[in-house]
């Protein structure tokens, strides 16, 4: 089922997706917010700009988008895929409580800001290339991984990373970390348990995007956790 | 919650029909804006074009457009745009302007009748030059004394409001949604290098025509999206140098701000940005020495024009554009180029409705300016 967005406005493109079930393809898509929100029994194809908000509260349903995405992508989602080719604005994976992103670009600031995890819910993020400000940012739990696929070691994360991180993992691949990380953050080489614990994700990222597994392998992973030895007491960050 | 507060205290504002000024409202508003390097004449309808996929951003209570290289049939004089509550205050004010001013020119300024558009002030365009003989005895050099004009007429002159005093450059500003204004005030008619835009989410004020932005003041505009948390402190500073902010907006206190650093500072636009949005002292810290001692030195003489809050802005000058995030990069901002054009929205989806295939297309990092400017100047 193909839908045209042109000139359509959010609301009657959003009520038209959620009459319809299975594969649907958008064509000409251009800042339509919240669109699939809450989404579970379809897979959507974008083709264009979908606007803020793809995916809120996604609840099973697949997306795959052929260029970029603005901002707050997967806010808050609870379960299901998305799949972005190109790279995203900032927030993506905002509040992400379960299911999978996998972004082949860029990250913007603040991706998967406030993940958090509960039981059998552990969401995923994969980011292919570099990542802005505050990755992380009071992440609670779930697992990031940022490839840095196709730049230096030292530009794949920018300043503040896992600032007020208090669970999850966030994998970086790299050999060396350079960006400074605050001392509530512990970081260590991954061990063999800890690859195996991403292995399946970078599988599946690999299998979205076609690129060789060996390509990612090719470098060791910093694993960035919380020290629990030294708990938060002083400011957030100093002005 | 406080959302449902702010509305009906805005509700109330709305019909007891309150200026900015007489009462704060504790904004996520659409920002964009172009520009040809080369100087080629875009038309109008373009930045209201991109505007539009934005519509979500605004609520209606104010659109407005900045344009230069618009009036290259007057381009050597000030081009006063003027909102009057009633004719009075016009006689008034133009007794004030004859004084000061000589005036090469004036009119109404053409609109175009919308009913998504209503309780239009009188709208008045001049083009002036300063009196010459009270220009030399006031001392003072032209830009700073049409400032001062233009910043007395605002403080001084009830239902008189000067929204725009640049050269070759217009504002064009209105309650309603952006893409309406634009129509409003017949942009189509209009061709310049360089357009912004802004579409308006008010939160802080009740949304008159005279706060909607662009802010201006001579050829300095300022498009903004944000609620900033510093404008007191900002406020008190920039008074100090005989700035009056009637408003209570921040974005009129950013375009002081402005004003003060670039115009009477000399700085560079770079150097200003850096006061605006100062790098963190332990960003400083890490910078080579030249550049530390540079930005702290900045950071400690002008520490009250750091401005602290989200913001993403877009200002206009004679030749130019430049975008700045604050340094949390609490707002969005994306840049594209193709050839010689630069472009400029609060979201991707603005700039492809300009551009469809940039040749390149990023988001430019908190605190970091992005200037585009005329290639050789200005002709």
């Known amino acids: 089922m193909k839908i045209d967005c042109t000139g359509k406005k959010y609301d009657i493109l959003n009520r038209e997706i959620a009459a319809l079930e299975g594969d649907i393809t958008l064509d000409n898509c251009c800042g339509q917010r919240f669109i699939a929100a809450g989404a579970s029994n379809k897979t959507l194809t974008i083709n264009g700009i979908p606007g803020n908000a793809l995916g809120a509260y996604l609840d099973g349903a697949e997306i795959i988008v052929r260029g970029n995405v603005q901002d707050a992508t997967g806010d808050t989602m609870n379960d299901g895929k998305i799949i972005i080719n190109g790279s995203c604005g900032d927030a993506v994976g905002y509040a992400m409580r379960g299911g999978k992103i996998f972004v082949r670009g860029d990250v913007g600031y603040r991706a998967g800001i406030h993940m958090k995890s509960y039981k059998e819910k552990v969401p995923v993020l994969v980011i292919g290339g570099k990542c802005g400000s505050f990755l992380g940012e009071y992440q609670a739990g779930g697992v990031i991984i940022a490839l840095g696929l196709g730049y230096d070691d030292k530009d794949v994360l920018d300043s503040f990373c896992a600032t007020g991180m208090h669970g999850g993992k966030i994998f970086i691949r790299t050999n060396e970390l350079n960006a400074k990380i605050t001392p509530q953050i512990c970081v260590t080489t991954a061990s063999d348990d800890d690859i195996a614990q991403i292995a399946p994700f970078i599988k599946e990222f690999c299998k979205c995007f076609g690129i060789p597994e060996a390509d990612v392998y090719n470098k060791n992973f910093q694993v960035l956790s919380p020290n629990s030895s030294n708990p938060y007491k002083q400011l957030y960050v100093q002005n | ?13 709305k019909t007891m029909l309150k200026k900015e000024g007489e009462i704060r409202i504790p904004s996520g508003c ?11 004449n875009i038309c109008g309808d373009k930045v209201v074009e991109s505007m539009t996929v934005m519509h979500e951003r605004s609520n209606g209570l104010g659109g407005g457009f900045a344009g230069y290289g618009i009036y290259p049939q007057y381009k050597d004089l ?11 205050c016009r006689e008034e004010c133009e007794k004030f302007i004859d004084e000061v001013f000589e005036v090469v020119n004036l009119s109404k300024i053409p609109t175009r009748k919308t009913p998504k558009i209503t309780n239009e002030p009188l709208i008045w365009r001049y083009f002036v030059a300063p009196a010459h003989n009270r220009l030399v005895d006031s001392q003072l050099d032209e830009k700073e004394y049409i400032a001062r004009a233009v910043l007395r007429i605002n403080r001084d002159l009830n239902g008189c409001y000067v929204f725009s005093s640049g050269k070759n450059m217009g504002v064009f500003k209105a309650v309603g949604y952006p893409e309406d204004v634009g129509e409003f005030y017949r942009l189509d008619e209009y061709e310049g290098y360089s357009w912004t835009g802004h579409g308006r989410y008010p939160t802080n004020t009740p949304g008159w025509w005279g706060g909607a932005h662009p802010f201006s003041l001579l050829d300095y505009s300022i498009v903004h999206n944000g609620e900033i948390s510093s404008y007191d ?14 408003l209570q907006t921040d974005t009129e206190v950013i375009t002081y701000i402005f004003d003060y650093l670039l115009r009477r500072q000399k700085m560079t636009l770079e150097e200003a940005a850096s006061v605006i949005a100062a790098p ?20 400690n003489t002008f520490g009250s024009l750091l401005v602290t809050g989200p913001f993403s802005i877009l200002l206009g000058y004679e030749g130019g554009l430049m975008a700045l995030n604050d340094r949390l990069k609490l707002r969005s901002m994306v840049c594209a180029e193709k050839d010689d054009m630069v472009y400029f929205a609060s979201e991707e989806c603005a700039i492809r409705v300009m551009e469809p295939n940039p040749d390149r297309i990023w988001a430019p990092r908190g605190g970091e300016p992005v200037i585009a400017n005329l290639e050789g100047g200005l002709s």
Request: proline letters at 3%; one cysteine or more.
């Open chain 2, 78 to 88: 000030y081009a006063l745009h003027i909102f009057y509550d009633n004719m009075r």
């Open chain 2, 30 to 40: 659409a920002i964009s804006g172009l520009i040809s390097k080369k100087g080629k």
């Open chain 2, 280 to 299: 963190f002292w332990s960003v400083i810290d890490t910078m080579p020495p030249e550049e530390r001692q540079k930005l702290s030195f900045l950071r």
């Open chain 2, 1 to 13: 919650m406080t959302a449902f507060v702010f509305i009906f205290k805005f509700m109330d504002v």
């Open chain 2, 233 to 246: 402190a900002n406020r008190r500073f920039i008074e100090m140098f005989g700035y009056t902010c009637t």
